[in-house]
């Protein structure tokens, strides 16, 4: 399976400010998909980034609030833009590998907004 | 639209004793997919499940696919303190198959 690495692994940030995650595969993936996981709760996928294309968003999130790139096969970076104390949450990015796709997560990026 | 639901929310149980979570898909599923996330950390891939009816083991741990391939079912027999975590089941998505939804998660606590 894949490794994948995220940096920063956590960080306290003040409201109205931006913080951006890295996130690196090991290998070179066609998709790597971004989630977030609130305090106590599932995972919510906020989007896939593809390389060489603008990222999917799923319903309830745009690309003004979490802008993401992908300059290449293995690394992506998701900011998460003008936080709000809302916005703490887990950001977690994973890679689809197998058959039927299954999920490999990276260490995760646990934010909390002040 | 699809959902993806567990049962139960929280699980306590002593150590020794045994745990199962209920996982249940509103649509038919072409595999299921458990996940168990350890406190503290991420979701780590367990195992899938494919055909219909279909039982997998691991050590401890009993993986079950309904026959409708709706709904499965994760046991553990003997719970050690290592157990401890929560349990996801996940599926693919009804409108893009490269995409997985993830069900609720059991948490399951073992007092020792």
């Known amino acids: 399976s894949a490794v994948i690495s995220q940096k920063p692994s956590r960080d306290i940030c003040q409201r109205g400010t931006s913080l951006t995650i890295q996130c690196q595969v090991d290998?070179?993936?066609?998709?790597m998909f971004w989630y977030r996981q609130q305090p106590g709760q599932s995972l919510t996928l906020i989007a896939t980034?593809?390389?060489?294309?603008?990222?999917?968003?799923e319903s309830g999130f745009v690309i003004d609030k979490f802008p993401i790139s992908r300059p290449n096969l293995t690394f992506s970076t998701l900011t998460v833009s003008n936080m709000s104390p809302e916005d703490s949450s887990i950001y977690l990015c994973?890679?689809?590998?197998?058959?039927?796709?299954?999920?490999?997560f990276g260490p995760g990026t646990r934010l909390t907004v002040l | 639209g699809q959902q993806v639901m567990q049962i139960p929310q929280y699980q306590h149980v002593q150590e020794g004793e045994d745990f199962t979570t209920y996982c249940n898909s509103s649509?038919?599923?072409?595999?299921i997919q458990w996940y168990k996330q350890r406190p503290g950390g991420h979701p780590v891939f367990l195992i899938q499940?494919?055909?219909?009816?279909e039982v997998k083991k691991q050590k401890r741990l009993t993986f079950q696919f309904g026959e409708a391939k709706k709904n499965s079912s994760l046991h553990i027999t003997a719970t050690q303190t290592t157990d401890v975590g929560t349990y996801f089941c996940?599926?693919?998505?009804?409108?893009?198959?490269?995409?997985?939804?993830f069900g609720p998660g059991t948490s399951l606590s073992v007092i020792p």
């Open positions: 290998s070179q993936v066609t998709m």
């Open positions: 994973s890679v689809g590998q197998g058959y039927y796709n299954e999920q490999f």
């Open positions: 996940a599926g693919p998505r009804e409108t893009s198959y490269d995409k997985v939804i």
């Open positions: 980034a593809n390389q060489g294309s603008e990222a999917t968003y």
């Open positions: 649509t038919t599923l072409s595999n």
């Open positions: 499940l494919v055909k219909s009816g």
